[in-house]
Each structure stands twice: as C-alpha cells, then as structure tokens.
C-alpha cells in the first residue's frame, strides 16, 4: 500500500522551479524516498532517492525534512519535457508500492 | 543502465483466454518485477519474478491468475490467465541494477504491454 499523499495536480511555468511536496508521516527508519515520474504511456523514469540528506543530481534536487515526514521534489528550471506524473515513494527492498502521483504541467 | 524489453506490446484478446508477456533485459539482473496500470490509475505492484524459484505475490494477486517464469538472470514470462475485461491494463515488467558507487539499486521499466480484453 502507498505510504504517501502527494497533491493531484500542480502547474508550473516553463523555466521556473517546480516544487513538488509528499508527506510520508509513516515513514520507517530503514526506508528511502524515491521519485520517479511517468511520460504519458510510457514506463516510469527515476530521477532521485535519498534516506535523511538533501540530495541533487543532474535532473532535480530533493529536500526532506529533518523528521523525514516529508520531501519536495524541485525541478529548478521546469521544461515542457518535464510534464508527467510525479510519484513520490517509500520503499526498501526494492518493492515499489505507487500511490496516485502528482500530474504535473508545465505551461510556455 | 538496463534496456528492457517486453512482447507483445499491445495485445486485443478474447475472454476466458490466456496471454503470457514477456520481459527481457540486456544485463543481468537479482531483482525483476511484475506491475499492472489500469486505465487512469497508479501503479500497482503484482509480484517479484525470483530466479530460481516461486515467484513472490503481493496481496489480491495469486499464482493461479498471475503465473509467473524466471528461468534465468535476463528473462521473466508473466501469464494472464482465463482473462476478463477487468484485466485490461498495461503490464510492466521492471528490474533493479545495482549502482556500484552507492548502496542503492535503481529501478528500471520496461515501455509495458497494453493489454485489451473484450
């Protein structure tokens, strides 16, 4: 079961940051927060995971609080490519368990 | 990276007939998994293909409907059995790579099987 809520629908201008949040109140100590994010009928892409330390990489920065009971997802300068599902997921032993994501539109 | 790749990738099919997919990646792999998406829906994890024996079921998913085949380290068969309408989604296989300059393994997927059952 989805161990996550993020919200169902967030706009963004093309390049401005997206900042996508998640709560994960239930959230164990051996679990990590991963993004992944869906292109209309394709398969599900990574872009980032951390456990309790912010993490950057060449697609997007991840912020997660202090208690880890939740995380941003920021993608410092949105394209129109960036349009996708955004799921947000806590998981370990590499079972991934979806919750509803976040549709994310980036507008010009 | 992995490549993975899936036949058929669409399907229209019969009820009460059986359809297996099948999910081959470039590399060897530990880890493959087996996940359904309904039609406007999420994700939902079905079971993890393990080589060698019984593949591991999540809950609301039996081996009787679900029959899975991991005969080695690059290769896993998914069986939809005596299909209905409602299994009707797309299928996707996935699988985990270990990145040998951290302690993570990242997951990849396959581009899914669109299944139709009439």
């Known amino acids: 079961d989805a161990k996550t809520t993020q919200p169902p629908s967030m706009d963004c201008a093309e390049g401005r940051a997206a900042n996508l949040p998640c709560n994960h109140s239930?959230?164990?100590?051996?679990?990590?927060v991963y993004w992944y994010r869906q292109i209309h009928s394709q398969g599900p892409q990574y872009i980032i995971h951390?456990?309790?330390n912010n993490e950057t990489n060449e697609m997007a920065s991840l912020i997660i609080t202090e208690d880890r009971k939740s995380s941003t997802l920021i993608l410092p300068h949105a394209t129109l490519r960036d349009t996708a599902v955004y799921y947000c997921i806590v998981s370990t032993l590499g079972r991934l368990y979806f919750g509803r994501g976040t549709q994310l539109t980036v507008w010009p | 990276s992995a490549v993975i790749s899936q036949k058929p990738s669409r399907d229209i099919c019969q009820r009460g007939t059986s359809l297996t997919i099948q999910c081959q990646v470039d590399s060897q792999v530990t880890m493959m998994f087996w996940y359904r998406q309904q039609p406007g829906q999420s994700l939902t994890l079905i079971a993890t293909a393990n080589q060698g024996s019984e593949a591991t079921y999540e809950s609301g998913f039996v081996i009787d409907k679900f029959p899975i085949s991991r005969p080695n380290l690059t290769f896993s068969t998914l069986t939809v059995s005596n299909m209905s309408p409602e299994d009707s989604s797309i299928y996707l296989c996935s699988v985990e790579v270990s990145d040998r300059r951290s302690s993570y393994n990242e997951q990849f997927f396959g581009p899914g099987t669109r299944l139709t059952v009439l």
């Open positions: 951390g456990l309790k």
């Open positions: 239930t959230i164990s100590g051996n679990e990590y």
